[in-house]
């Protein structure tokens, strides 16, 4: 299981502070909800595929000593399952529903399988902001002014990782999972 937590904006920052500062403790397990410690278990690594750029980044793993199950803790600016950073992930679906071209071949390859994604987990989205935001909200019919408007809507909450954060929070999972 994943837990999303917000630490610093970018990578590298994140990486210096993983390794200098004090590990965020788990106060309950999210599978058992037990209040013992849950303990400090390993640490594995992950790519993030920040714009240009590809980091290799610590994830601090946590172990229950009762339910014996695991919770990784993420930085919020990962999209679990997901190796694109999530702003990058949503400039590149901003670019593709508003037909913006790129000239990055990464960008490129990544755009049609995002976009996909996307469309299928809408329906969710808009559930999201009904039940967080407005009840009455309206949303275009069409598919593609549809993921535009609920663009805007993820851009208007403030900064993307709060966003992804209070829906995963939400949902208990992320706005792109399956
Ligand atoms: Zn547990």
Same mark, same amino acid.
Not at 74 to 86: D, T, V
Not at 94 to 101: G, L, Q, S, V
Not at 159 to 176: L, Q
């Given at each position: 299981?994943?837990?999303?937590?917000?630490? =610093?904006?970018?990578?590298?920052?994140?990486?210096t502070a993983f390794y200098?500062?004090?590990?965020?403790?788990?106060d309950?397990?999210?599978? =058992?909800?037990s209040?013992?410690?849950?303990?400090l278990?390993?640490?594995?690594?992950?790519?993030?595929?920040?714009?240009e750029?590809?980091?290799f980044i610590?994830?601090q793993?946590?172990? =229950?000593?009762?339910c014996?199950?695991t919770?990784?803790?993420?930085?919020?600016?990962?999209?679990?399952?997901?190796q694109?950073a999530?702003?990058?992930l949503?400039?590149?679906?901003?670019a593709?529903f508003?037909r913006i071209?790129?000239? =990055?071949?990464?960008a490129h390859q990544h755009r049609?399988?995002?976009?996909?994604r996307?469309?299928?987990?809408m329906?969710?989205l808009?559930e999201?902001f009904?039940i967080?935001?407005?009840?009455?909200?309206v949303f275009?019919?069409?598919w593609?002014k549809?993921?535009?408007?609920l663009?805007e809507?993820?851009?208007?909450v403030? %900064?993307?990782?709060i966003?992804? %954060?209070?829906?995963?929070?939400h949902?208990?999972?992320g706005?792109?999972?399956?």
């Amino acid at each position: 299981m994943v837990y999303l937590e917000h630490f =610093c904006e970018h990578p590298l920052d994140y990486i210096t502070a993983f390794y200098t500062s004090e590990k965020v403790r788990i106060d309950s397990c999210p599978h =058992c909800h037990s209040c013992r410690r849950v303990h400090l278990h390993g640490v594995y690594h992950r790519h993030v595929i920040w714009y240009e750029e590809i980091f290799f980044i610590p994830i601090q793993r946590h172990h =229950c000593i009762h339910c014996g199950k695991t919770v990784s803790i993420l930085p919020s600016f990962c999209h679990p399952g997901f190796q694109l950073a999530l702003p990058f992930l949503l400039e590149l679906l901003w670019a593709f529903f508003n037909r913006i071209p790129s000239a =990055c071949a990464l960008a490129h390859q990544h755009r049609l399988f995002i976009s996909r994604r996307f469309l299928l987990c809408m329906n969710r989205l808009i559930e999201y902001f009904r039940i967080c935001e407005d009840p009455l909200i309206v949303f275009p019919d069409f598919w593609h002014k549809k993921a535009i408007k609920l663009l805007e809507m993820v851009f208007s909450v403030g %900064k993307p990782h709060i966003f992804a %954060k209070r829906y995963y929070d939400h949902f208990k999972k992320g706005f792109m999972a399956h």
